[in-house]
């Protein structure tokens, strides 16, 4: 599991400080780095509408292996899941993707769910005939479809010859999506690896040439996509932050059911009672609430440390944990503090 620790040195204007984020100075992750990390990205609005709209596959598509990855554009705040069928998907404001959906063969649905932390939904549907017995000349598969960058991903290319071929005659791949072949090779076998260092949504294509020795004959060609979408720690951390200072702006404008909307199921009903209890008190405790200083982020779960300062010891502070998981649903919320 990739974990990012972030920390923020104390100031002697802390306490005036407004909505901090922390500050990451460095990076623990799986062994290899390369790139260089943004401090902050621009996150959408928490208002922004929800919208849907999925790229592949196409309407009506036959679908010739037992699965298929489906991915997409949309819209939306930075705290948002997709779901398709049901199957988490990698997203973020703008895109989604999807690991290979297992599919039954025959006509069937596939269903793309997009949600936000107060429940707002948009669902959008693709219509598939899956004949798997039909095979696939060349499938390019990768090892993840994802996640923080940078990320070093191994592909797997699957290749059967068609009628009349007799061999695999080239091997191209755009790891960028870009029409730039970083591996042409005319070795079947050829390794295929590579590192996504910046954040974005990479549609990778192998292209196949496949031979049947006759030189008045066509070549046959083939090509199979996979799409790779990666993200910065700084978009997680921000839009964590986004959150708990979400939860703090709405127990201080005294909206206790949206503030609820911020937490874990588990943890709701004992927050609710003491958000209830608290009355009219409550705007001017949450008010009081501290600032991120440093914390700990992976893919699931999250730690964060808020600090205060301590009213007995002038210029001490008082820290205390904020815990952050991922939910069935894609949706980051507290379920701890």
């Keep these: 599991m990739k974990t990012v620790i972030f920390v923020l040195l104390f100031t002697a204007g802390f306490a005036a400080a407004q909505e901090n984020c922390g500050f990451p100075i460095s990076d623990t992750r799986s062994g290899f780095e390369a ?10 609005i928490s208002g922004t509408p929800l919208s849907l709209s999925i790229e592949s596959p196409v309407e009506n598509e036959v679908i010739t292996q037992s699965n298929v990855q489906v991915y997409g554009s949309l819209t939306g705040p930075a705290n948002i899941g997709v779901l398709v069928n049901d199957q988490l998907a990698l997203s973020n404001s703008a895109q989604f993707s999807s ?3 297992p599919l039954d063969a025959g006509a069937q649905t596939i269903t793309v769910v997009v949600k ?23 499938v390019l598969i990768a090892a993840s479809t994802g996640g923080y960058a940078p990320q070093n991903i191994p592909f797997r290319l699957i290749t059967r010859l ?3 071929q007799t061999a695999v005659a080239r091997i191209q791949v755009d790891y960028q999506g870009d029409g730039i072949f970083e591996v042409d090779s005319t070795n079947a076998n050829v390794a295929l690896r590579a590192t996504y260092s910046a954040a974005g949504a990479y549609l990778a294509t192998a292209r196949v040439t496949f031979d049947d020795t006759d030189s008045q004959t066509p070549l046959v060609v083939r090509e199979s996509k996979f799409r790779i ?20 702006q709405r127990l201080i404008a005294n909206q206790v059911p949206l503030a609820i909307n911020t937490l874990a199921p588990r943890i709701r009903p004992s927050f609710q009672t003491l958000w209830t209890i608290l009355g009219a008190q409550l705007p001017t405790i949450a008010g009081r609430m501290g600032e ?16 205060l300062p301590d009213p007995i010891n002038v210029g001490d502070f008082i820290g205390f944990p904020v815990l952050f998981t991922r939910g069935a649903d894609g949706v980051w919320r507290i379920y701890g503090m």
């Design 99 to 101: 690991r290979p959906i």
């Design 229 to 248: 979408q990666v993200q910065t720690v700084a978009y997680t951390r921000q839009t964590l932050c986004a959150l708990y200072y979400g939860m703090k």
């Design 162 to 164: 068609p009628a009349g």
């Design 116 to 138: 936000n932390i107060d429940g707002a939904m948009v669902t959008a549907t693709r219509n598939v005939t899956v004949s798997p017995n039909l095979g696939s000349d060349a």
């Design 292 to 307: 991120v200083t440093l914390g700990q982020i992976s893919d699931v779960s999250a730690e964060f440390v808020v600090s």
């Design 35 to 44: 790139g260089v990390q943004p401090v902050y990205v621009q996150l959408p």
